[in-house]
């Protein structure tokens, strides 16, 4: 059975920074490309980023609201996926999901971890 | 970046009734193009991938058509288990992912 776990939520204050992180299980971790989404409450699914599997070459793309501050990083190793935010700002408070698709129907969600940005 | 057109915004129907939602995308997309529902407090589910094919154990009133630039996403006839949220996601390896702005559907 696919499990992603998302852990490390919390409140920070604007201008400050939280590493997110997702125990992944039931896949091959290693060959995933893996992806973060997030909701702002009350609002639409947003597409964070996405890290390619190292066969793939392992790049790292981003959504132009998150680029240069987001980083997402996976040790293959302990089938984790994280995502370190810096200069967090008020807009950036959502419920953050990780998410591994593939090709066809596969397709799995974690059950979310919520960030607030509040002074 | 694509952008993905989703109406409309909020619907609201009766029970039985066909209700269908449509997405446009801003440039080609083939036919990738997903299809989920999110009831609140709950991950998106995936109904639909590439644009019309039903993910096994989804219910058959549901369905989607389209390729290129215009998809749509249909309820034959709702139940009251189907009250959500609905949105579009195109997705192509090359590009970044954009959802639709979503669809909340509600019972009339």
């Known amino acids: 059975e696919v499990q992603l776990v998302e852990s490390g939520g919390g409140l920070v204050k604007p201008g400050g920074s939280l590493r997110l992180s997702c125990a992944a299980s039931?896949?091959?971790?290693?060959?995933?490309?893996m992806s973060w989404v997030r909701q702002a409450p009350g609002k639409g699914l947003e597409w964070v980023g996405r890290?390619?599997?190292?066969?793939?070459?392992?790049?790292?793309d981003y959504a132009a609201p998150v680029k240069g501050r987001f980083t997402i990083s996976r040790d293959d190793s302990k089938t984790t996926l994280s995502l370190q935010m810096n200069s967090l700002k008020t807009e950036d408070t959502a419920v953050y999901y990780c998410?591994?698709?593939?090709?066809?129907?596969?397709?799995?969600w974690g059950q979310g971890t919520l960030v607030t940005v509040s002074s | 970046d694509i952008q993905m057109t989703q109406s409309p915004s909020s619907l609201s129907a009766s029970v039985g009734d066909r209700v269908t939602i449509t997405c446009q995308a801003s440039?080609?997309?083939?036919?990738?193009l997903n299809w989920f529902q999110q009831k609140p407090g709950k991950a998106p589910k995936l109904l639909i991938y590439?644009?019309?094919n039903l993910k096994t154990g989804v219910p058959s009133r549901f369905s989607g058509s389209g390729s290129g630039t215009d998809f749509t996403f249909s309820i034959s006839s709702l139940q009251p288990e189907d009250i959500a949220t609905y949105y579009c996601q195109q997705y192509d390896n090359l590009l970044l992912i954009t959802f639709g702005q979503g669809t909340r559907l509600e019972i009339k």
């Open positions: 039931g896949f091959t971790f290693s060959n995933a490309w």
């Open positions: 998410r591994v698709a593939a090709a066809g129907s596969i397709d799995y």
């Open positions: 590439d644009a019309s």
């Open positions: 890290i390619k599997s190292k066969t793939d070459g392992g790049a790292t």
């Open positions: 440039q080609d997309i083939s036919i990738f």
